[in-house]
């Protein structure tokens, strides 16, 4: 092992330790910037977002029975009918149909999902609001307006509801927990940021080791301040 490699790790090893007494000087300013951003995180999903709620409601794309049998052809097909009945129900001739108060086309439109149940020919309707009532009303009322119109397009009464949504209190957002926890991560990744910075600002030597690594030259002897 060559003496300059030798010298390298016995470099990198005092720049880990030097890092790690850094962090051990700063460890209170750690703490309190970790706290302080979960505390924040904590506060601002609780009392400045407002909750919101879901209301599902389930339709079922009914396949034609023949003496009793429903074939696979009929099966796939509806699968991927699924995917056009989805473009219809978002589309502007059912959403103008639906009438609750406060919300407008684009809003109800950006609160609805609609989902087909894996391997299944069931669709799912679900509206987010920040009003469990108003997610259970838009929901139903998107169902309804979008099986009127697919029967107008095309004239064929296969789609039939399992599920009325219900109004639903239980809150889903914002996830507190999970936002608090990411308050706290951050808080400390901006807490090690401001350490780095201010080393790295500080010009001052605070020791014979800057002395001798900055004028290259050996220290022969300290006095030290007194006050």
């Known amino acids: 092992m060559s003496i300059n490699r030798v010298q390298n790790e016995i470099?990198?090893?005092?720049?880990?330790?030097?890092?790690?007494?850094?962090?051990?000087?700063?460890?209170?300013?750690i703490v309190g910037l970790t706290v302080l951003g979960g505390v924040l995180a904590f506060a601002i999903s609780t009392f400045f977002i407002e909750p919101t709620y879901v209301a599902s409601s389930t339709v079922y794309i009914r396949p034609r029975v023949n003496d009793g049998q429903i074939s696979t052809g009929e099966l796939a097909a509806n699968a991927r009918l699924a995917n056009t009945y989805a473009e219809i129900a978002r589309s502007n001739a059912v959403l103008r149909n639906v009438s609750v108060s406060g919300f407008s086309v684009n809003e109800i439109r950006g609160s609805i999902a609609i989902n087909a149940v894996r391997d299944t020919e069931i669709m799912r309707f679900s509206s987010t609001t920040t009003s469990p009532t108003a997610s259970a009303a838009i929901a139903n009322q998107v169902v309804n307006a979008f099986i009127n119109e697919v029967y107008e397009i095309i004239e064929i009464e296969n789609l039939y509801v399992i599920d009325q949504a219900e109004v639903n209190p239980q809150r889903v957002g914002p996830n507190i927990l999970l936002n608090s926890l990411i308050g706290l991560v951050l808080g400390g990744m901006i807490s090690i940021g401001v350490i780095f910075i201010m080393t790295m600002l500080d010009r001052?030597?605070?020791?014979?080791?800057?002395?001798?690594?900055?004028?290259?030259?050996?220290?022969?002897?300290?006095?030290?301040?007194?006050?």
């Open 11 to 29: 470099n990198d090893e005092i720049s880990i330790m030097e890092l790690i007494a850094l962090l051990r000087r700063n460890i209170l300013l």
């Open 204 to 227: 001052t030597i605070s020791g014979r080791d800057q002395v001798e690594a900055l004028l290259n030259v050996p220290v022969l002897g300290e006095i030290h301040y007194i006050d």
